[in-house]
Nanobody, 115 residues
Framework: QMQPVESGGGLVQAGGSLRLSCTVSISTFSMNIIGWYRQAPGKQRELVATDYGSALTTYADSVKGRFTISRDNAKNMVYLQMNNLKPADTAVYHC?????????WGQGTQVTVSS
């Protein structure tokens, strides 16, 4: 079963940084477009960052300039470096394929930003 395992979340003050990690045990990892999604309480899941491979990345306007997505295909890992965090970034963060979320949705990792 293709279920990602996310880690790296936590409680941080506004302006702080966190680095999230995600791994999934599949042989075709490098062939996927991978994104980081987040879901805040009472809100729909949103895609915040996408890694297309070949160094091409895109970001939601709300995180542009603050978040950086990267991947290490040799390790089946994808990362999300989050800087200058804001209370509005508080959510459970997941990684999955883009656009269809083809992997199972894992537990995610909770990010809480205090003001």
């Amino acid at each position: 079963q293709m279920q990602p395992v996310e880690s790296g979340g936590g409680l941080v003050q506004a302006g702080g940084s966190l680095r999230l990690s995600c791994t999934v045990s599949i042989s075709t990892f490098s062939m996927n477009i991978i994104g980081w999604y987040r879901q805040a309480p009472g809100k729909q899941r949103e895609l915040v960052a996408t890694d297309y491979g070949s160094a091409l990345t895109t970001y939601a306007d709300s995180v542009k300039g603050r978040f950086t997505i990267s991947r290490d295909n040799a390790k089946n890992m994808v990362y999300l470096q989050m800087n200058n965090l804001k209370p509005a970034d508080t959510a459970v963060y997941h990684c999955n394929t883009v656009p269809r979320g083809a992997w199972s949705w894992g537990q995610g990792t909770q990010v809480t930003v205090s003001s």
